[in-house]
């Protein structure tokens, strides 16, 4: 039947993060003990707080179709939010909120980029961007980096990329899948650049502003000359435990945000009534309401690491946020494990999820061939069973 599908579909790369989280649920059914360390999702609930506010919009009657870009109130708070954690100006008329920070990221590359248009991605990537690009009918322009870089791509390195054709780069600090942060030093360095380029925009994902763990994070529309250029995308699933309900949010120039509502209106119109609802509360309260889960994450941070550095042939940075390791793992390739020969990433974490029953992700899907992603936002229990599950196998 894969004749009667659109090549769009037929060339659209399948998400790797949930194709291996569908593989170890596949095995769970089956009665495998599954450790799952793929999905970037807290293993916190939701706090009671936020909960109570979704409770009283149920019990007052919120259940009508939302605002395609949001309530006001909602969209207030976020301009609030913006102007206490980020030094941002937006008017309400610049935010958009949509169904996950991934359905903001699509609209912003669908509204901008035209057929043949280059985004530059910078490697390593969150996995759908570049199949977002894709389904602009952009091209993706990859730029390379590995651990000796502590993943990070310069700003020269930038520069080379650029050609006529460049529309657009993304930039998301902290990093999924490495947990690297881009220094104020070099996002200056960047934006020094792209002032020299004034037909570029930039599309900054700050999803995981808050898992930070003690420097400082930039936003790129703060920087001299970016504001007029930079999508500011953000949302409430990471740093509040809230993956399931999907409020991701822009803020924009006005006619970028009015762009994106106006192709939301033709897919999804407004996001979930009551979820907007519960992020108002979320984002209106003092981000300090949730350091006991960066605290925590930071101690697991720390156990992962000093676990995983005792595996033989595993080489590791040492992340300043988000919830991810990202061990490069290639002193493995061309080896033997459990019969299995390992050729690649993918190799690997297929081998790790199928005999040692620890789900990961191959950093393949990220751009960085010779790395896995591995989440720690499970329990301490968790992942000293995982990380010993790993070194059994590997040994």
């Not at 409770?55 to 109130?73: Q, R």
């Not at 005999?355 to 000293?384: L, M």
């Amino acid at each position: 039947m894969k004749e009667y599908l659109s090549d769009k579909i037929n060339d659209l790369p399948a998400s790797a993060t949930l194709t291996m989280a569908a593989k170890a649920r596949e095995l769970k059914n089956k009665g495998v003990d599954i450790i799952g360390l793929s999905l970037g999702e807290p293993d916190f609930n939701t706090p009671e707080y936020i909960k109570d506010a979704a409770i009283s919009a149920v019990k007052d009657n919120y259940n009508s179709y939302t605002p395609v870009d949001g309530y006001l109130e909602l969209k207030q708070s976020i301009s609030t939010k913006f102007s206490r954690d980020n030094n941002l100006k937006y008017n309400v008329s610049q935010i958009v909120v949509s169904t996950g920070a991934k359905q903001s990221i699509a609209n912003a590359v669908q509204a901008l980029v035209k057929p043949g248009e280059e985004v530059i991605l910078l490697a390593p990537f969150w996995v759908s961007y570049s199949a977002i690009v894709l389904m602009a009918e952009g091209v993706p322009k990859i730029i390379a980096s590995d651990i000796n870089s502590n993943f990070k791509v310069s700003a020269k390195e930038i520069e080379k990329a650029i050609t006529d054709k460049t529309k657009m780069i993304i930039i998301n600090s902290p990093n999924n899948p490495s947990g690297s942060i881009f220094s104020k030093k070099e996002l200056d360095e960047i934006a020094t650049v792209l002032r020299k380029y004034p037909n570029i925009f930039i599309l900054s994902d700050e999803i995981y502003e808050h898992i930070n763990y003690g420097v400082e994070h930039v936003s790129f529309a703060s920087l001299e000359g970016m504001y007029e250029r930079t999508i500011t995308v953000n949302g409430i699933a990471k740093a509040f435990a809230m993956t399931g309900w999907r409020i991701g949010y822009i803020g924009a120039p006005d006619w970028i945000a009015k762009a994106c509502t106006k192709l939301q209106g033709q897919v999804t119109s407004g996001a979930n009534c009551i979820a907007q609802k519960a992020t108002v509360k979320a984002l209106t309260e003092s981000p300090k309401k949730i350091n006991y889960m960066v605290e925590e994450f930071k101690e697991r941070k720390k156990l992962i690491i000093n676990l995983l550095s005792n595996i033989k042939g595993f080489k590791l940075n040492n992340p300043d946020g988000a919830f991810y390791v990202f061990p490069d793992i290639s002193y493995y390739f061309g080896k033997e494990i459990d019969g299995e020969i390992i050729n690649s990433a993918s190799d690997f974490a297929m081998v790790v999820l199928e005999k040692a029953h620890v789900a990961t992700v191959t950093g393949d899907a990220f751009g960085c061939p010779n790395n896995i992603r591995i989440s720690y936002a499970a329990s301490q229990e968790s992942i000293i069973e995982a990380v010993s599950r790993i070194n059994k196998l590997l040994n």
